[in-house]
């Protein structure tokens, strides 16, 4: 019999175990403190519990964490880990410290389907979700390597800004998110896990009344031309649309919630004076704050990061128009750890890798028609 993965299970989960097996809820209790809190992954070494009852985990139940094939620490602190999931795919996690700040940027798929022009993940195809606990396993991993390698550090904050895109893996992402907010799990509060999206409205509009972490979408332009051919997903949800999904999720949250946009800087594309007066205006009377991106580049783009001096000057414009801006520094380029440089190692299943080859290559041909329908349903 397969065993299941425990760190795929929720709180509830596990009580439904324990109770269909009839022992008390508070075993959920015990093995969640065990796992997330002392980071005990042995059955036998949960010394609160009956060892005919660890036995019968043993024989039913796997801590199976995703194997970590390489580590690589940038000079500024920022670790990078490829990491096998039990499908045998690979991808990447990034810690990324920050003052008092440990951020994990998490993947949620193998690759990704939606093919941003700007973007390496998509480059790399796609060859499926990960579930809860590869998701899970990410943090966990991470968490046993602060406790041996940097004992001061705590995780204090998790974003899903890997690789993939999580609303499109909308079940595995929520599932693992019920176990990074929950006390027993790693009891990080709501600001301080981050979904961001592309722009999957739906996904988006699922969210509403479900949870309450923090929504950050990727702009990375204020018209529905430019934002096309940056994100094709656009064609399927324009930006009126997704403004409006994001309106929703805002009414859905507490007065004081506000939403992230993501903006990718990227030279003579989306960086001009006259987007930046667009985006103010289009933002105006919004909660939320900017995220600037410089493009991080990666082999085979065309695509350039702009000047010091243009990504000052459109920051600026947008902070005298209004517009709550910060620039996202960029860290561990050195180990390929920035925004947009995690690859992994995927099989690619959709034939996307191979059609570059063959020369039709959405990176020197930012304008190819991508068809949009067959990739989202
Ligand atoms: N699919 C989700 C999660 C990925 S988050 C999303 O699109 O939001 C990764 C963030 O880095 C996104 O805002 C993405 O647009 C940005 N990004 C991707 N490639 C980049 C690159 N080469 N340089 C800078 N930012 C990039």
New binding site residues.
Partial sequence: MQRQNVLGLSRNDLIDYFESRGEKRFRATQVMLWLYHKLVLDFDRMSNIAASLRQVMADELAVELPEVLTVLESKDGTVKWLMKARSGDTVETVLIPDGRRQTLCIS?QVG?V?D?T????GKQGFNGNLDAGDIVGQVLQACLWLQEHRPNERLSNV????????LLNFDATFKSIDVLRDDLGFGLSRRRVTV????VVPGIQRMCGLTTVAL???L?APNDEIRSEL?PLNRKYPIDSLLDACRAYLASQDVKATITF?Y?LIDDVNDTKSLALDLAKLLRDFRCKV?L??????PG?S?K?PSESRIYAFHKNLMDNGVRAMRRTTRGADIDA????LVGQVNDRTRRVARYREGVNPIFTPTTKIPTSSVIN
């Fill in positions: 949620s990704c939606l941003c700007f973007c390496a993940t974003v899903f800004m890997g690789m993939g895109e999580p961001s999206t592309a722009g950050a979408v990727s990375h994100v993501e990718t995220n991106i410089p493009f991080n580049p990666f783009s695509y990061r920035a925004c947009g440089q």
